[in-house]
Antibody, heavy 119, light 107 residues
Framework: EVQLVESGGGLVQPGGSSRLSCVGT????????MSWVRQAPGKGLEWVVN????????YYVDSVKGRFTVSRDNAKNSLFLQMNSLRAEDTALYFC????????????WGQGTQVTVSS | DIQMTQSPSTLSASVGDRVTITCRAS??????LAWYQQKPGKAPKLLIY???TLQTGVPSRFSGSGSGPEFTLTINSLQPDDFATYYC?????????FGPGTKVDIK
C-alpha cells in the first residue's frame, strides 16, 4: 500500500522559514515524479512544485519561486520542501503527493501537514 | 500560465440524480485533464485521468469527457458517498493547475 507521511509543519512568523518532509513507502520512490500541493483554510487546491525522479528538474508555481526549494533523497525515500521568506498567504495544509506513471496527475496523497504563518 | 475555471461552483442534487460538472482551460491542454474528489478533512482522491480514463477502483458511475479547452465530469445516479467537492486539474509543461472546485451538496 502506498503511504506518504508528511512532517515539519507548525507556526512560523512572517519572514521566517520552515522545512517540510515526506516519507514514501509501499512503492519504489525513485521511479516517480513527486509534488507538493497546498490548500489554504476553506480554499481550493493549489499546486506548488513538481520534482523529477532524480531531482534534476523542478517546476514551481510563480508565487513561490525564489522562496521555496524542493529536494529529494531517494536513498531515504524522502521528499523535502524548504520554505523561506514565508508570508501569511502561505498558510495552508501542505500535501505530499505522488505523480502517476504518465506524469500528468496525482495518484497518491499524504494526509497533509499544516503550516501557519502568523505573528 | 494556464488558468482553469469550473462551473457551477456549487451544485445541489438528490440521490439518484445525474450530475455534470464543467471544467474549462484558458488554452488547449489536449487531453491532459484529471478529476479529483475531496471530502472535508481528507486528502483528495484521483477519479479520472487523461480526461476519460477511470482510476482503478473508482465506481463506473463516474465518467469524464472532453478535450482541448473544455471537459466534463458526469456522475450517473448520485450516491450518498458522492457529496463532496470536485476539482479538475490540467497538466502542461511539467506543471499543474487546479480548478477552483465544485461543491456537490444535498438538495
Amino acid at each position: 500500500e502506498v503511504q506518504l507521511v508528511e512532517s515539519g509543519g507548525g507556526l512560523v512568523q512572517p519572514g521566517g522559514s520552515s522545512r517540510l518532509s515526506c516519507v514514501g513507502t509501499g512503492f519504489t520512490f525513485s521511479r516517480y515524479w513527486m509534488s507538493w500541493v497546498r490548500q489554504a483554510p476553506g480554499k481550493g487546491l493549489e499546486w506548488v512544485v513538481n520534482i523529477k525522479q532524480d531531482g534534476s528538474e523542478k517546476y514551481y508555481v510563480d508565487s513561490v519561486k525564489g522562496r521555496f526549494t524542493v529536494s529529494r533523497d531517494n536513498a531515504k525515500n524522502s521528499l523535502f520542501l524548504q520554505m523561506n521568506s514565508l508570508r501569511a498567504e502561505d498558510t495552508a495544509l501542505y500535501f505530499c503527493a505522488r505523480v502517476d506513471d504518465y506524469g500528468t496527475a496525482v495518484d497518491s496523497w499524504g494526509q497533509g501537514t499544516q503550516v501557519t504563518v502568523s505573528s | 500560465d494556464i488558468q482553469m475555471t469550473q462551473s457551477p461552483s456549487t451544485l445541489s442534487a438528490s440521490v439518484g440524480d445525474r450530475v455534470t460538472i464543467t471544467c474549462r482551460a484558458s488554452q488547449s491542454v489536449s487531453r491532459w485533464l484529471a478529476w479529483y474528489q475531496q471530502k472535508p478533512g481528507k486528502a483528495p482522491k484521483l477519479l479520472i485521468y487523461e480526461a476519460s480514463t477511470l482510476q482503478t477502483g473508482v465506481p463506473s458511475r463516474f465518467s469524464g469527457s472532453g478535450s482541448g479547452p473544455e471537459f466534463t465530469l458526469t456522475i450517473n445516479s448520485l450516491q450518498p458517498d458522492d457529496f463532496a467537492t470536485y476539482y479538475c486539474q490540467q497538466y502542461n509543461s511539467f506543471s499543474f493547475t487546479f480548478g477552483p472546485g465544485t461543491k456537490v451538496d444535498i438538495k
